[in-house]
């Protein structure tokens, strides 16, 4: 049972009569216990489950604290970015439901495994390390009755993201790439990135519309995140802003392991925006400054093609006096493909075992290169392989190119039908990332999908023509058989 | 008819009379020294430079920001001068709202003195703003003031200095100064500020910059008399 139930309960109770009041004399202490939650139990759960984050105080600086981006929240602030009330401090709800879900996109976990009275009674004590500040209780933030998403309400949120700039730091293509976000502090003066609105799965505190809706409405504490309840034109546009924020991503990732790429007939286009097949992976993420990368391929009789589509907040090339560094990406494949050789260590290979990276890099173009470890990179004398590229409204859209099969000991030939290790480097220049320090995975598949050959326009017709044939002269057969008795 | 006129005159007279001595009487209940302050800055102004890279239309190319602005004669600008526990006065409300402004994407005033009560924040500029302020005796507050809302009231209702900015242009500083009494001042760019009508008696007169810190020095105040007060803020 949630707790809600227990607002709900006692006014249908007088009503309904003595059977149920009984319920509720029964139910309601239990619940409004469980609700108000026991701070000293939840001591006990919070030193063996929060701390080493949160810190024994609660002030954000456990040991495991410095190594978190974003850093764990300091409760001794009583600022908690996700609220459904109209005050500055959450409800106990608020604070429940984060403990449950955990805060999408960040270190915070979900305590689902905890049982409901644990997490009640650490509600409780997280309350207690700012008891000044939840001495009153909270109002909650009202929503105006909801509107449905509909093409009319997406067009009304787009009207109202341009009217109240809300590209200003979430970029105009919600990418989280507006002019403001370099500038961007939180409470405690770190900096902060806003949030990119294309990746719903990351919102910190949900992505259903009444979620989304509620944080426009109450703004995100703690964080350059106003409040727009007052600051829209109608009521009803924070539901039309919701539609539109919803529209401009997909719900979720559809990570894969597998980059499958289809056979072609003909020339392929390099043209990064023309329409590929898609598979997406999910990069390993040590700096969250690249968290995601789409990857597509197509080869034909001569040569195979890469599209990568990656969000990037700054467009960079190299100046080291301002710690900026270029943006690059790199594909790491075996250089030889036999299928009994062991694979290279996926951190781009060692001294016996090396890779081959075809990449491309801000000021370069596109390169190749074998490595022998991050900081053993040799680029390939000669490149052969091309690409173009686009950068808009916070993304990268990259064409790479490459034949096919090369003589070159050193570059891998690709063959259909075998399962080809891939792995994906990225790096985003404007975070300071350079060498060894990027966004990786480690190794996933690639499959060239065997080509399908015009014979299947021709079989299939013959047999059924065959067959019909076949059968018609069967029936005439037996029709003269007949006829002859 | 004439005597119902010369007692008329006669009733004015005494009202008017009476008038003018509940005014006096009141001038003199209010304690009526005035305190002259002079607050002076022995040391290089602090103005950072910051090259804006948006709404260059409203905002200018390049911002100037005052971190410690100086006048002529060392004089700072934006002290805040008070009188600290102005003893005879319990609580003060702020009749009307005060304005803050955002021009030209800064804050006018850059540091703005006001009773506890209302205040009404203008976007003159007609581009996003957000109102985000760092308190903590008040409520904090940020919310957002697109181009269309042209006024905004909010209540600052317990005394502190509170700071002010908006994180779409992450230059704009500003603060505001709740004061629990009217005796206060903010300085000009001579570093001079006038309190009027401070009760008399022994008080301690304090100054307060956001950067420079804070000040304190007792001084007798006489009736009907200005007494001057000097500080020197130090880094």
Not at chain 1, 267 to 273: G, K
Not at chain 1, 382 to 392: H, K, M
Not at chain 1, 453 to 473: C, D, E, G, Q, W
């Amino acid at each position: 049972m949630t707790p809600v139930a227990t607002r709900r309960r006692p006014r249908t109770a007088w009503s309904v009569g003595p059977l149920a009041v009984l319920l509720v004399v029964i139910t309601v202490p239990a619940l409004v216990w469980a609700r108000a939650g026991d701070a000293n139990a939840g001591k006990a759960v919070y030193e063996r489950k929060c701390s080493l984050c949160h810190g024994e105080k609660g002030d954000g600086k456990g040991p495991g604290a410095e190594r978190l981006d974003p850093r764990p929240r300091d409760f001794t602030s009583g600022l908690y970015k996700v609220r459904t009330t109209a005050d500055k401090i959450p409800s106990d709800q608020d604070l429940f439901n984060v403990i449950t879900h955990g805060m999408p996109g960040t270190s915070m976990p979900t305590w689902a495994v905890l049982p409901e009275r644990d997490r009640w009674n650490l509600v409780a004590y997280v309350k207690s390390f700012a008891a000044e500040k939840f001495k009153e209780q909270p109002k909650p933030q009202e929503l105006p009755r909801e509107v449905s998403s509909s093409a009319e309400s997406i067009k009304r949120g787009k009207e109202m993201y341009e009217a109240i700039e809300c590209n200003k730091c979430h970029g105009a293509a919600g990418r989280a790439d507006g002019p403001s976000m370099p500038e961007l502090k939180d409470e405690w003066g770190n900096a902060i990135r806003p949030a990119n609105l294309t990746k719903r799965w990351k919102f910190r505190g949900g992505s259903s519309r009444t979620d989304v809706a509620m944080r426009l409405a109450a703004g995100v504490l703690g964080t350059p995140m106003p409040s727009f309840i007052d600051s829209v034109e109608k009521p009803d546009d924070i539901w039309h802003l919701t539609s539109y924020v919803l529209s401009l991503g997909p719900e979720s990732p559809n990570y894969a392991t597998l980059v499958s790429v289809g056979a072609v007939d003909g020339a392929i286009p390099d043209d990064p925006n023309a329409d590929f097949c898609q598979v997406i992976v999910d990069p390993r993420n040590f700096n969250p400054s690249i968290d995601l990368m789409a990857v597509r391929a197509v080869y034909n009789g001569s040569e195979i093609a890469f599209h990568l589509t990656w969000d990037d907040p700054t467009r960079s090339v190299a100046d080291p006096g301002k710690n900026v560094f270029a943006d690059a990406v790199s594909l790491q494949f075996p250089p030889r493909l036999q299928a009994e050789t062991e694979r290279p260590y996926f951190l781009m290979g060692d001294s016996g075992n090396p890779v081959y990276l075809l990449g491309w890099e801000a000021g370069k173009g596109v390169t190749e290169a074998n490595a022998s470890g991050p900081d053993k990179v040799t680029p390939i004398a000669g490149s052969e392989a091309t690409g173009r590229i686009v950068f808009q409204d916070g993304q990268y859209r990259l064409v790479m190119k490459r034949p096919l099969a090369s003589k070159d000991p050193n570059r891998p030939s690709f063959e259909p039908a075998r399962f080809t290790p891939i792995a994906f480097h990225a790096r985003d220049g404007g975070a300071g990332e350079t060498g060894p320090k990027m966004s990786l995975t480690s190794w996933y598949y690639l499959r060239l999908e065997e080509p399908q050959s015009n014979r299947r326009f021709v079989v299939p017709p013959l047999v059924t023509l065959v067959t019909v044939v076949a059968m018609l002269m069967i029936v005439r057969a037996a029709n003269r058989r007949t006829a002859d008795n | 008819m004439r005597r119902v006129f010369g007692m008329g005159i006669a009733v004015a007279l005494v009202a008017a009379v009476a008038a003018f001595v509940g005014v006096l009487s009141r001038a003199t209940a209010q304690g009526g020294g005035t305190i002259e302050a002079d607050v002076k800055y022995n040391g290089a102004p602090m103005i950072e430079t910051i090259k804006v890279n948006k709404d260059v239309e409203q905002c200018g190319k390049e911002k100037k920001i005052g971190k410690i602005s100086v006048g002529p004669n060392k004089g700072l600008l934006n002290a805040v001068v008070s009188v600290a526990d102005a003893k005879g006065v319990t609580t003060a409300k702020a009749a009307k709202p005060v304005v803050l402004d955002q021009k030209g994407c800064e804050f006018h005033p850059p540091v703005l003195g006001m009773l506890p009560g209302e205040i009404e924040v203008l976007n003159s500029d007609g581009i996003l703003h957000n109102i985000h302020t760092f308190s903590t005796a008040n409520p904090t507050l940020n919310k957002a003031q697109p181009k269309f809302k042209k006024v905004m009231r909010e209540k600052f209702e317990k005394p502190e200095y509170i700071r002010v900015q908006c994180d779409v242009h992450s230059w704009m500083l500003g603060w505001i100064a709740v004061m629990p009494h009217p005796y206060f001042g903010i300085t000009d760019d001579r570093g001079v500020t006038k309190i009027e009508n401070v009760p008399a008696g022994k008080q301690t007169i304090e100054v307060w910059h956001p950067v420079l810190g804070t000040q304190k020095k007792e001084v007798e105040v006489k009736t009907g008399q200005t007494t001057k007060v000097a500080f020197e803020l130090k880094k």
